[in-house]
């Protein structure tokens, strides 16, 4: 990705890396589909504070709330 302008698309690729090897542990956990849904939740919401911290429209998803 370009260095400048593309900052979204940065935050979204640092998210998705960030869930990977996360969600790979998960595959070994006892219960993976708890994990995975814990993990997805922790990095959407990673992925949600770095998008409310800078002046841009933030993605559509982090508007919502709960299981939403």
Do not use: S, Y
């Amino acid at each position: 990705l370009p260095p400048t302008a593309f900052a979204h698309l940065h935050r979204q690729a640092a998210a998705l890396n960030a869930f990977r090897p996360r969600l790979n542990a998960c595959c070994r956990h006892h219960t993976p589909l708890p994990c995975a849904r814990r993990v997805w939740m922790e990095v959407l919401d990673g992925f949600c504070t770095d998008e409310f911290g800078v002046k841009t429209r933030q993605f559509h998803c982090c508007h919502r709330r709960g299981t939403a």
